[in-house]
């Protein structure tokens, strides 16, 4: 039954790609519309970098680029496995950020990121907040009443081993704050939880973060990157890194958000993408959009950025590893220490 | 007040006095049902695929675009569910019940008018909503944390469970524990173990819904509708449809209740339109007179009206959270505020700063969306129901290939077929053992919920049920649950009807 259908389905396939072939042969990628698959859940920040780039990329290369989010897994995985199962053709592009370099070293799957070809738009620094109805009005407060009542917090910070469950971590371990972790299927939901009182802390990145900041609905502790940052209606939030010095061994860790392709893709599909994302990246849209957003831009493709995600992977799982909050040895992947 | 007032109808004026934008919303609004009507066809797909092409214009012709298609794609789901018993969206399985029931009399036209008509008020009365209470709405929609998640799954797959049921209601529910085994397949979504994959990587992700929503309702349909060689309806009456406006008076409280029942399940932030067309059911079918209750299930005029009114209004109410908080409450609202961030509109509580009149013109948008769903409702309606006079031997099998080639036109997987097949034909056994079929959907739907809420609120209660009883929303839905499980015992219900005649006395006097 099953190698019929197999059969039948080949046949399919293999008739398609003639007529596909026969009427595209002539013209160069792309030739049909682009399908880009968010890992992360809509509405998030991956999520909305990757609709905001693609629609300017599918100005660009003239061609309709169609984005679907694929959640779930750890760190991703299974939107990545969707992805990278898929022909190396350049039509299926993965929207991903820094937080999947952590989906082997988790249980996800047993790829590296090398895999992946990307493609680095930019990142917005993360910031820890308590629900405006909290007693907590600053870092200090949340550290006393950790030390007077010695009960853990319970902390919401998107999805298990993404970067801001990392700098959740990174912060229990320098201020001796007792947080527990409770995942979600991604930041907007967890900061959902921190409104409702679900959650006491919250943390995620200020681009997703900064309209609730500004209606009042979550009061900002402090970055978790070594600058201040000055927000409009609310003022200056100050760094974490200026009680906690301590914090700047292993971070800021520069969250980097963007898209990717199977790095087995064509060389000429490479160069077209990246062509048309450096012209992207210069747009005034995307500039406009980051500035409103709260990002900073990066631009980063082909080596450089397959270098950057090397150093992030080999950061972040070795950081995993001394926290000891992973499931498997970066070792295993053979990823080397940073 | 009257400021807002007649700032909204300038808005609304200068929407309407361009004639691209009414060729907009009424091309949306007709894309939209189509996409609601066919099997595989969602009202999130058709919003992400609105989202790219509407990019590069301005924000209003895209809102407009958008907001068109997404109320006559929940509309749409309701005329495969009314004509051939295929609902094509989770949503419209209530609406099947008695519209199904209704073109098997010949009345299909008109059991299509009164949906045209009630979703029409019903999303109008959501907007209504909208625009007055949303501050009020959002902190009530705030008040739910995993506790309610869970019990509110729980709420719907027990309703549904109830109320399909053709014999006994413990056969709905067994259908509804089916499909909240269904929801555990795949990995789970807090500890990432596998659970029933079978080393499957295509099953990690769980089961597709559209696929088994497909497969549970069509399939056994066509083999039905084929083996018994029945024909899908009497001749039908192809007269007029009219707007059924005396039936709409008549049923005018159960409108209003259920579009209360609609705006406040569709605010709830990750619920939507699966479960409110249930809830608003039970409450119409509980609060009407012995006589009108036995005909539910047959082809009640009161049923539809209730089931498409909720529907439509959860729109307005799903909207809520999304414009004050910037959270989205439905899955197509989710993809809409993708739609929003791309145009530079964050939604959010400082909306009113960055975009002031953000929201009436939304409204605005909206009011038009349904005058169009309506007029293209209408005039579709007539030729839908000419459908039913092709002969079941030849149209069913159409339907049969459309179904399989929406399960795998669906992110075009095979694999969607190796679960809608084998979904179909079990969903046609259980059906034959008169089990209903729409809480095994309605449990998959919601199962995945229900089982990651319960889990996360014992871990942040540290694997105490006691925060259960202390919060007053989780009371009352418990309360609710209770009593639709207890009510199925005899003794106990001759107990609560006798409480309920007390109570009925008391008010007389």
């Known amino acids: 039954m099953n190698t019929v259908l197999n059969k039948i389905t080949t ?3 293999i008739l398609m790609s003639v007529i596909a072939s026969t009427a595209d042969a002539a013209r160069p990628y792309p030739v049909r519309p682009i399908s880009n698959t968010v890992v992360w859940s809509a509405g998030g ?33 299974i939107g990545m496995n969707a992805v990278l199962r898929k022909r190396a053709d350049g039509y299926n592009l993965v929207g991903l950020s820094s937080s999947n370099v952590v989906a082997a070293v988790n249980g996800g799957w047993n790829k590296r990121m090398d895999v992946w070809s990307p493609f680095i738009v930019g990142s917005s620094p993360d910031v820890i907040s308590v629900s405006s109805n909290s007693e907590i009005k600053s870092l200090d407060d949340l550290v006393n009443q950790f030390n007077s009542s010695q009960k853990p917090f319970k902390a919401g910070a998107g999805g298990t081993g993404g970067i801001h469950h990392l700098y959740l971590l990174e912060l229990a371990r320098v ?118 957003n709260y990002y900073q831009l990066s631009g980063k493709h082909g080596e450089a950025a397959r270098k950057e995600f090397a150093e992030l992977e080999s950061f972040f799982t070795w950081t995993l590893q001394g926290l000891g909050s992973n499931k498997f040895s970066p070792e295993k992947f053979a990823i080397p220490k940073p | 007040m009257l400021d807002q007032f007649s700032n909204f109808f300038t808005i609304l004026f200068n929407l309407v006095t361009d004639p691209t934008n009414l060729l907009v919303v009424f091309g949306a609004s007709f894309i939209g049902i189509i996409f609601g009507s066919m099997p595989g066809l969602t009202a999130t797909l058709g919003i992400a695929l609105l989202t790219s092409l509407t990019y590069g214009f301005g924000p209003d012709i895209a ?45 299909g036209g008109r059991a299509l008018g009164l949906t045209t008509t009630a979703s029409f008020i019903g999303t109008i009365i959501g907007l209504l909503f909208l625009v007055t209470l949303s501050p009020f709405i959002a902190s009530m929609a705030l008040q739910f944390t995993s506790w309610e998640f869970f019990l509110l799954a729980l709420f719907g797959i027990v309703i549904s469970g109830t109320l399909t049921s053709s014999d006994f209601v413990i056969k709905g529910w067994i259908a509804g ?23 499957l990587s295509e099953l990690d992700a769980g089961l597709e819904i559209v696929p088994v929503l497909i497969g549970a309702f069509g399939i056994p349909q066509v083999i039905r509708v084929l083996s018994e060689r029945n024909s899908l309806a009497n001749t039908p009456k192809l007269g ?19 579009s209360t029942i609609g705006v406040g399940v569709g605010s709830v932030p990750g619920i939507g339109e699966d479960i409110a067309g249930w809830v608003s059911y039970s409450t119409a079918k509980n609060a009407s007179s012995p006589e009108q209750q036995k005909e539910f299930g047959k082809g009640s005029e009161t049923a539809i009206v209730s089931s498409e009114t909720a529907n439509n209004a959860c729109i307005g109410g799903a909207l809520i959270p999304l414009l004050t908080l910037g959270i989205p409450g439905s899955p197509p609202a989710a993809m809409l505020l993708g739609a929003l961030l791309l145009h530079g509109i964050t939604p959010g509580p400082s909306i009113e700063i960055d975009h002031p009149d953000f929201l009436l013109e939304v409204t605005a948008i909206m009011v038009l969306a349904s005058f169009a769903m309506w007029a293209n409702g209408m005039l579709l309606a007539k030729q839908v129901v000419k459908l039913l006079t092709i002969p079941a031997p030849l149209f069913i099998p159409v339907v049969g290939i459309l179904c399989i080639l929406g399960g795998y036109a669906l992110g075009l997987s095979i694999f969607n077929l190796y679960i809608l097949i084998p979904v179909g034909i079990a969903s046609y056994f259980l059906s034959e053992m008169k089990f209903p079929i729409a809480p095994m959907v309605i449990g998959l739907v919601l199962g995945g919920m229900a089982d990651e809420s319960l889990r996360r609120a014992l871990m942040l209660s540290d694997g105490s049920f006691l925060p259960l009883f202390e919060r007053p929303v989780a009371v009352i839905l418990l309360l609710v649950i209770c009593y639709f499980i207890l009510n199925q015992i005899p003794a106990v219900k001759a107990k609560t009807k006798n409480l309920f005649s007390f109570w009925q006395r008391k008010k007389d006097v």
């Open chain 1, 45 to 77: 920040g991956t999520d909305a970098v990757n609709r905001m780039v693609m629609a300017e990329m599918s100005k660009v290369l003239k061609t309709r680029i169609n984005v679907v989010n694929k959640t779930g897994g750890i760190a991703g995985s």
């Open chain 2, 63 to 107: 809102l407009l675009a958008l907001l068109g298609l997404y109320v006559g794609a929940i509309y749409g789901g309701s005329y495969p569910a009314i004509l051939i018993n295929i609902p094509g969206t989770p949503a419209a399985a209530a609406t099947a019940l008695d519209g199904y029931p209704l073109t098997q009399k010949g009345e």
């Open chain 2, 240 to 258: 007029r449809i009219l707007p059924e406006l005396s039936a709409i008076t008549r049923n005018a409280k159960h409108i209003v209740r259920s």
């Open chain 2, 177 to 199: 524990l089916i499909g909240l085994f269904l929801a555990t397949i795949g990995r789970d979504s807090l500890q990432y173990f596998p659970r029933y994959t079978a080393g």
């Open chain 1, 175 to 292: 201020s001796g704050i007792d947080f527990r972790f409770v995942p979600y299927p991604g930041s907007a939901p967890s900061q959902t939880a921190a409104i409702t009182g679900e959650v006491e802390v919250v943390i995620t990145s200020m681009a997703e973060q900064a309209q609730l900041i500004r209606g009042g609905k979550l009061r900002p502790l402090a970055m978790l990157h070594p600058d201040s940052f000055v927000l409009e209606d609310v003022g200056t939030i100050p760094s974490a890194f200026d009680k906690f010095p301590e914090l700047a061994t292993h971070l800021p860790l520069s969250q980097a958000i963007g898209f990717a392709i199977n790095n087995e893709a064509p060389k000429e599909v490479k160069e077209k993408l990246g062509q048309a994302f450096e012209q992207v990246m210069k747009s005034p849209a995307v500039t406009e959009w980051a500035k409103q």
């Open chain 1, 11 to 13: 046949l399919l396939l």
